[in-house]
């Protein structure tokens, strides 16, 4: 199915690009704009994002790494 219609990128495409992110660095944070960059697209109109990211999210693969996952949290309790 194609999620972006600008950029002509597929669910496949979403999902093998969160693969290979994945598969490349345990702990890193996959964004919309690493997937782009690792399909060496651009985003153009932005009407795809709530299908962009419902497609990542539904990745395995996706996932916070555990490390990460309450930095912002403990971030706001040293503020203060």
Same mark, same amino acid.
């Given at each position: ?6 950029? &002509? ?29 690792? !399909? ?18 539904? &990745?395995? &693969? ?5 490390? !990460?996952?309450? !930095?912002?949290? !403990? ?6």
């Amino acid at each position: 199915m194609i999620v972006c219609h600008c950029m &002509n990128i597929s669910d496949h495409d979403i999902h093998a690009a969160v693969d290979w992110m994945r598969a490349s660095d345990e702990a890193t944070l996959i964004t919309p704009g690493k997937i782009y960059r690792a !399909l060496g697209k651009k985003a153009d109109c932005g009407g795809c994002l709530p299908l962009f990211m419902k497609t990542m999210q539904a &990745n395995d &693969n996706f996932e916070v790494p555990l490390e !990460l996952r309450h !930095l912002r949290r !403990l971030e706001r309790r040293g503020r203060g």
